[in-house]
């Protein structure tokens, strides 16, 4: 079955610790985004990609990095830089690049947490 | 003023009952939409797509109004199994392929 799959489910990290979250999908979708979920809050994008080798910082990229050398994942790192990492990361996908009518599918998650 | 805003609710209702949520969009070039269900820690999940004549998918009907830039989401019948939030979802288009998100309107249904 297509779809996306992010690993791991739930993530710890330490202070001073940089952690790479993995989202990979087989949907052949061009564009891959990651969201980041606080409790009781809605979607903020962190970084989003349309295409391989090339991506563009969202609305709270500081903290985060990203790479999209492959079409299939988008892997998220949360550096020591970001001070409050502690949330649900959510990675999406759409179809074509310029397809505006198709719609972003969301793998099931990863609940990162400070130790 | 942000992109997209909803009403965070809770909206309690009864089982059966009929309701509605709105949403509007403040970017006028906004072109597709969307209605997206999330329960308590998970994933949100595509509910429909909003077109412009308005559709409708078994209990729940969509409609556009572009002129007024907002959105609605109608359930008949409701169900238990319909308590969730609902995310309003807006897509700004021609090679930028970026969605916005409404921070969710919560249901509760009770028996």
């Known amino acids: 079955d297509g779809g996306i799959t992010q690993s791991p489910k739930y993530l710890f990290r330490k202070e001073g610790q940089n952690v790479t979250l993995s989202c990979e999908q087989n949907?052949?979708?061009?564009?891959m985004y990651w969201y980041r979920q606080d409790p009781g809050q809605g979607l903020r994008l962190i970084y989003y990609?349309?295409?391989?080798?090339?991506?563009q910082k969202g609305d709270i990229a500081e903290g985060y990095s990203v790479s999209r050398e492959k079409k299939e994942s988008f892997p998220l790192t949360v550096t020591s830089a970001q001070k409050n990492p502690t949330a649900f990361y959510l990675c999406?996908?759409?179809?074509?690049?310029?397809?505006?009518?198709?719609?972003?599918?969301f793998g099931d998650g990863t609940r990162l947490s400070i130790l | 003023r942000k992109e997209v805003e909803q009403d965070p609710g809770p909206f309690n209702v009864p089982e059966g009952a009929t309701v509605a949520f709105n949403c509007t969009y403040s970017?006028?070039?906004?072109?597709?939409f969307f209605w997206y269900r999330q329960d308590c820690r998970k994933e949100p999940k595509l509910l429909m797509s909003?077109?412009?004549s308005g559709n409708e998918d078994g209990r729940f009907t969509a409609q556009l109004n572009r002129a007024s830039q907002y959105i609605s989401l109608l359930i008949r019948d409701s169900k238990l199994s319909d308590s969730a939030t609902y995310l309003c979802?807006?897509?700004?288009?021609?090679?930028?392929?970026?969605?916005?998100f409404g921070s969710g309107t919560k249901l509760n249904v009770k028996p």
């Open positions: 999406a996908s759409s179809g074509h690049r310029t397809a505006e009518d198709q719609p972003q599918h």
């Open positions: 949907l052949n979708h061009d564009a």
């Open positions: 990609s349309q295409i391989v080798n090339d991506f």
């Open positions: 970017n006028s070039a906004s072109q597709s």
């Open positions: 909003v077109y412009s």
């Open positions: 979802v807006v897509n700004r288009g021609h090679n930028f392929n970026k969605f916005y």
